[in-house]
C-alpha cells in the first residue's frame, strides 16, 4: 500500500476522526496562544529562522514564552534551563501515564508521541480511553488530535512571527494570548486537588513577582508541585 492510500485510509478511520473533532473545539485557543507566542518571540529579539526553529524543535508554547523573557534579559543558562524543565516537568507525568497505553509500541514510535503530545491531547485521550491499558484505535485517535493541534500552532505561531512588527501594541493581543492561556489551564483542572494546586501556584507567582529573572514562575511551580505532591500522599492516607 502507497503512503497516499495509507493516509486515506487513516483519514476514514472512525478513531482517527474522532480525534480530530474532539481536539477541533479547543483548536481557536490553541491559535491564539500560538499567535501570541509568535508575536513574542520576534518581539523579544530572535531571528525569524531562530524563532520558525525554536517553535518547530521545542512545540511547547509555556516553555517558550517562558524562557524568553530570560533569553532577552540574559540569564544565566542555568536558570533558562531549570525554568524549562520545571515549566514541562507535567510531561514527565502524562508520559508515564501514556506508557500504560503505548509503551508496547517501537521506540520510533514513542519518541514519535513524545515530540507531539501535548496538554489537550493527554486530557481528551484519557477521557476517550479511561482505562490505562493498550487498546484497539489508541494511536489513531492520538494520531487525529495530532492533525489538528500540531498545524493549528505552526501555522499560527508562523503567523504571529511574520505579523510581529505590524500589530500594534494597543490591539492587546498579549491579553488575549494570556486570556486563551488561562482557558486552557482551566480546561486541566478536572479535580478539586489540581484547583488546589493551580490556586498555589497562581498566589505564589504573584506573591514573587519581584524576584529577578522571572523566578516568580520557578518559585510558584516548586511550591505547587509540593502541595499537588502533599496532597496526593493524604489523599491516598485517608
Known sequence: MSLLSRLRALAADADFRQGARDMASPSLGLAAWGLVTGVAMIKSGLSLPTAIGMSLLVFAGSAQLTSLPLIASGAPLWVLVA??????????IF??????????????????VTYFGADLNFVFFVKRFPDPQP???????????????????????????????????????????TLALLGLSCSLLTEKRLWWVGLTAAVVSVATYALPLKLNILSAIVVAGLVGWGLEQWERRS
Open 83 to 92: 525554568t524549562a524543565f520545571c515549566v514541562n516537568l507535567r510531561f514527565v
Open 95 to 112: 508520559s508515564a501515564q501514556w506508557r500504560h497505553y503505548l509503551g508496547h509500541l517501537p521506540r520510533w514510535r514513542r519518541l514519535g
Open 135 to 177: 487498546g484497539p484505535g489508541q494511536l489513531r485517535y492520538f494520531a487525529g488530535g495530532v492533525a489538528v493541534n500540531w498545524p493549528a500552532w505552526q501555522a499560527a505561531s508562523l503567523a504571529g512571527m511574520l505579523l510581529a512588527d505590524r500589530i500594534p501594541p494597543h490591539w492587546g493581543i498579549g491579553f488575549a494570548g
